[in-house]
């Protein structure tokens, strides 16, 4: 296996936790009935866990 393999499994296996992780504080959120915090147009804002998507997908561009 070259090393341009190993980087993209390696990246894959990154991307497969960073979204398990978002899946399980997204849980977390809704159980404990806290908002989430995050920025949207450049200003702090508390978002209702409900209304976030529980998953996402990571996009890469072809290369």
Do not use: F, H, W
Not at 13 to 23: A, D, N, Q
Not at 24 to 48: C, F, H, T, W
């Amino acid at each position: 296996m070259g090393t341009k393999e190993q980087l993209k499994e390696e990246r894959d296996k990154i991307v497969k936790g960073l979204e398990e992780t978002y899946r399980r504080l997204i849980e977390y959120k809704k159980q404990k009935k806290s908002p989430m915090i995050v920025v949207r147009n450049g200003k702090i804002v508390a978002v209702d866990p409900n209304e976030i998507l529980p998953t996402t997908l990571y996009k890469r561009n072809a290369g």
